[in-house]
Nanobody, 120 residues
Framework: QVQLVESGGGLVQPGGSLRLSCAASGRIASIYTMAWYRQAPGKQRELVAAIPSGGSANYADSVKGRFTISRDNVKNTVSLQMNSLKPEDTAVYYC??????????????WGQGTQVTVSS
């Protein structure tokens, strides 16, 4: 079974930095777009950044210039470097990926989430 596991969340002061990582495991044939979403208390889950297997990354306007998404197609990981963090970045961050297993159609997977808290 395919699993996505996030790591790297924690408490950081405003202006600080944090790096999130997500590792995909299982019998994977292909990974297509990988992405990071976040959900703040009382709010809808929103797309933070996405990166196709061979294309350019795209970002939510609120994080442009501060966050950088990257992926390692050998290790099947995706990372989110977060700089100049703001209190409004506080949320549970979720890894998301479109993955195909052998003889199986492409399915969308979610990680369990990792808490990021930006507070002084």
């Amino acid at each position: 079974q395919v699993q996505l596991v996030e790591s790297g969340g924690g408490l950081v002061q405003p202006g600080g930095s944090l790096r999130l990582s997500c590792a995909a495991s299982g019998r994977i044939a292909s990974i297509y777009t990988m992405a990071w979403y976040r959900q703040a208390p009382g709010k809808q889950r929103e797309l933070v950044a996405a990166i196709p297997s061979g294309g350019s990354a795209n970002y939510a306007d609120s994080v442009k210039g501060r966050f950088t998404i990257s992926r390692d197609n050998v290790k099947n990981t995706v990372s989110l470097q977060m700089n100049s963090l703001k209190p409004e970045d506080t949320a549970v961050y979720y890894c998301n990926a479109n993955i195909r297993q052998l003889s199986t159609p492409i399915l969308n997977y979610w990680g369990q989430g990792t808490q990021v808290t930006v507070s002084s």
